[in-house]
């Protein structure tokens, strides 16, 4: 099955600095890779997510770039503010989504004002 | 945007009682419906995944016959932790994809169900 790794575990940046947050994939089979933002205690929200025909999405001060090779894909934001402290999840699915998701561990991001 | 309900948001039961959680899709039907256990600080864990009239498929590991999933209509699936036991205590979250204008890929995520198993 799949397995989806997630770096780092957690990580701090100053406000206005950018985050970059990793996950590599397993399956090559995979093609559809959304990040979201889970707050404490709350639902997980998806914030932008990238089909595998296409090597990078923006969306604001967010973006993701997919490396189908070496299959990894990464979550860049920029300008961070201090309402973008919470924890993301990078998950992978095949069939564009309509399989099942495969979730990373997580990445806890804490915006220092 | 597509909004998913749970019921109850949290619940307190006694260690052997079954609890029933409810997930509900308010303005879309459903046709797929997952079911996802998440420990704190945690990742989210999928437990079985639910098509509207037929059996779940359960993640391997988890009990089917602890677990029992209902997917009886495109708008409502339950999950039913029989025999609860403290180590199963945990936000159980669902989520519900189905057909929608502009995309059908997208999975819609319930607000959780805090259980804690005394």
């Known amino acids: 099955g799949e397995n989806v790794e997630q770096h780092p575990s957690t990580l701090s940046v100053q406000e206005g600095d950018s985050a970059v947050i990793k996950c590599t994939y397993s399956?090559?089979?995979?093609?559809?890779f959304p990040w979201y933002k889970q707050e404490l205690g709350k639902r997980p929200q998806l914030i932008i997510d990238?089909?595998?025909?296409?090597g990078e999405k923006k969306d604001q001060r967010i973006a993701v770039t997919l490396n189908k090779t070496a299959k990894h894909f990464s979550l860049h934001i920029t300008e961070t503010q201090p309402e973008d402290s919470a924890v993301y999840f990078c998950?992978?699915?095949?069939?564009?989504?309509?399989?099942?998701?495969?979730f990373g561990t997580g990445t806890r991001l804490t915006i220092i004002p | 945007g597509a909004v998913v309900s749970q019921h109850p948001s949290w619940v307190i039961c006694k260690s052997g009682t079954s609890v029933k959680i409810e997930c509900r899709s308010l303005d879309f039907q459903a046709t797929t419906m997952f079911w996802y256990r998440q420990f704190p600080k945690q990742s989210l864990m999928l437990m079985a995944t639910s098509n509207e009239g037929s059996k779940a498929t359960y993640e391997q590991g988890v009990e089917k016959d602890k677990f029992l999933i209902n997917h009886a209509s495109l708008t409502l699936s339950t999950l039913t932790v029989t025999s609860a036991h403290p180590e199963d205590s945990s936000f159980y979250i669902c989520?519900?994809?189905?057909?929608?204008?502009?995309?059908?890929?997208?999975?819609?995520f319930g607000p959780g169900t805090r259980l804690t198993v005394l």
């Open positions: 990238i089909r595998s025909n296409v």
């Open positions: 998950a992978a699915a095949a069939n564009f989504g309509n399989e099942k998701l495969t």
């Open positions: 989520s519900a994809r189905g057909a929608l204008a502009g995309g059908d890929n997208e999975q819609f």
């Open positions: 399956d090559s089979a995979s093609n559809y």
